[in-house]
C-alpha cells in the first residue's frame, strides 16, 4: 500500500508539472459540470453509481478524486461508461479516496453523458440511515497538451454525490416511477429511463412491463395484457397480471356500458376464486363482472379497463 501512495504522488507531480505549461486558453471556454446522484440503498447491496460530465469537448485528460466513508461502502470497481469509452481510464483507492484518471490521444471534438459507474458494496452489517457523501475533492481536465484545475479556474460547477442506506426493497432514486433493481436487472440506466418508453416496440411502456411481471426487451405483450372471457355462469371475467412485492403499485379495475360513465369496481368483492401464482412475485387474478351478461337489466355491451399507478 505504502508503494502504491508513493506511485500516485509521483504522478499527481508528473500532472502538476504538466499543468504548469498549459495555458488555461487551451481549453473552450464553458462551465463543465461533473454530478453524482444522492443514492438510496440497502445494506449489503451492490450499486452502479454514475459519473456524469455534460461536456467533454476539448479534453483529452481528466482526474477525478472522490472521497467516500469505508465504514458504510466499499470501493469494488470502475466501469466506463458511454464517454468514458473515449478515454483509457484507470481508478486507484486508498482509505476512502477514489482516483480515477482518464486520457486519450486527441481532444474530443464533442461528447457528454456517463464518464464512468462506479460500483461499491454497502456494508451489510451498517444501520438504518448510515449516510456517506460522495465528495468530488478533485476535478484536473485538459486538452492533449496537459491538464489544469477547473475549479481554481471558475470553469467547474460540482454537483456532489451521496448514499444513505434504507430499509425500502423497491427503491427509485431518479423518481421515474420505476424501482431501480428492476431497471438495472434489465440493463437500463435508473437516471435516464422513462416509465413510458417501449424499448421493444410491443405496446406496453417500461411501467406496465414492470407492473405485469414483463420484461422490457422481448416482445411479450400478448402474454401480459388482461383479456376478457366468459366463465361458467356467463359472468364477464377480467384477468390480468399484477405484482405482490410491490405495495406502491395500484390496479384499478373499471366497468361501464358506454364508454363515457365509468364504474371504479370492489375487487375484493368481484374476485372470481384464488390468485394464480404465477412465479417472480407475479399473480394472474380474475375480477368479474357486476352480473351476468343473460341478466335481463345488463345493458347489451360491457367494458372493462384497468389502470396501473405507481
Known sequence: MKRSHKLLQIRHAVWAAAAALICVSSLRATTYELSLPQYQANAGQ???????????????????QINFDEQVAEFVQLVEGALGSDFDLVATQEQGVLTIDGTRAEALTAGNGVLAWIDFELNPGATTEAYTDLAVAQFDAGDETGVTDLAASNALEIIHGSITLTINPNIDNSGNRLPDWWEVGHGLDPYTTLAEQDDEGDGLSLLAEYAFGGNPWVNDAASLRGNIHFNASDYLLFSFRRRTDDASLTYTVWESGDLTNWTQVDQNARMSGAPVNLGGNVEEVNIRSAKPMSDPTVATQLFMRLEVER
Open 46 to 64: 451492490t450499486i452502479r453509481v454514475p459519473i456524469r460530465l455534460n461536456d467533454a469537448t476539448g479534453l483529452a485528460r481528466v482526474r477525478i
